[in-house]
């Protein structure tokens, strides 16, 4: 083919004009208890079956292939600015605590916005993943790009991430002075390692603490609970709304005050543990094969 100036010309015009037609994109998101601002150490009270008080420590999460609705229901994702620090390829980190108080796992800089940009158009709602992509999720934290080089926001090569981690001390009789208070640790599990072969158990429930076991070393090749939840939030504005990520609807149905016995303190994600199921639910995770839509984010 014959290349001539004149179609040089209308080639670079073509490329500027798709270019301008990208328009910027800026969600914004809020860390609520019972409709208060999130905040290091403080109270909030009437949270969970037992109306217990609790001081949150830390409340972050990973988003991931966030997308703009349009009216007919198809979805248009948003290319995320990478910006070296919260959003890498297709994911982002929302980090509400500013490691002051009791949030001595966290870092100082919060971000509570998704920024990005999508062509031009009538959108009507958002979506977005809690969580991950299997991709990027069984990669070695230490060697990841930032955000995903957060050790407190990560199990193990085989496990990946915490999706979600929202850490709390808890008002609670119960087990008060001794393992005392509630995480919510969101993350894949009974993922097989590579190289695994087949009849095997299901390996590397996510939720172990301490030093990775040979499993663990190996990244997955796949995980029978993913547990990503795909939100999706119709009629929302992103100009005028804010996505609102409450920890007492997500913990609305759960005993946060008397851990559920052989299990991790709070949810660590185990299938087995039984302070998890409320909170899946809460999700809009599978549990007993069942799904009810999430209430944890809603639209302000
Ligand atoms: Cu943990």
């Known amino acids: 083919m014959r290349i001539t100036l004149a179609s040089l010309l209308l080639a670079t015009g ?4 798709a270019a301008a037609q990208e328009t910027p994109v800026i969600l914004t998101f809020a860390a609520q208890i019972g409709g208060e601002p999130f905040r290091c150490g403080g109270a909030y009270a009437d949270i969970g079956t037992t109306k217990s008080t609790v ?5 972050r999460f990973y988003v991931s292939d966030v997308a703009l609705i349009r009216a007919d229901g198809t979805e248009q994702p948003v290319a995320l600015t990478q910006d070296q620090k919260w959003q890498y390829q297709t994911v982002a980190l929302l980090d509400f605590e500013d490691k002051t108080g009791p949030c001595s796992n966290g870092t100082a800089d919060t ?17 977005f993943t809690l969580g991950v992509p299997f991709a990027l999720n069984h990669a070695d934290a230490t060697l990841g790009a930032s955000p995903l080089n957060l050790s407190t926001l990560f199990w193990n090569w085989l496990g990946g991430y915490k999706f979600l981690r929202i850490d709390m001390d808890t008002s609670g009789g119960a087990q008060a002075g001794k393992d005392r208070g509630f995480v919510i640790h969101l993350g894949s599990t009974a993922c097989q390692p590579a190289g695994a072969h087949g009849g095997g158990m299901p390996m590397g ?45 997500l913990l609305s149905e759960t005993n946060i005050d008397v851990n559920q016995p052989e299990s991790a303190l709070g949810c660590m994600s185990a299938p087995s543990d039984g302070d998890c199921p409320g909170i899946f639910r809460a999700l809009g995770l599978p549990v007993g094969g069942q799904t009810v839509p999430q209430r944890f984010f809603k639209a302000s």
């Open 111 to 127: 971000n509570a916005k998704v920024v990005g940009s999508a062509p031009a158009g009538a959108y009507t709602g958002v979506a």
């Open 14 to 17: 073509l490329a500027l004009s």
């Open 205 to 249: 429930t996510a939720g172990g603490h301490g030093t990775p076991s040979g499993a663990a070393m190996q990244p997955a090749q796949s995980c029978a609970n993913p547990n990503r939840a795909r939100v999706v939030l119709p009629g929302f504005d992103p100009a005028k709304q804010v996505i609102l990520a409450d920890l007492k609807a």
């Open 55 to 59: 001081t949150p420590s830390d409340f």
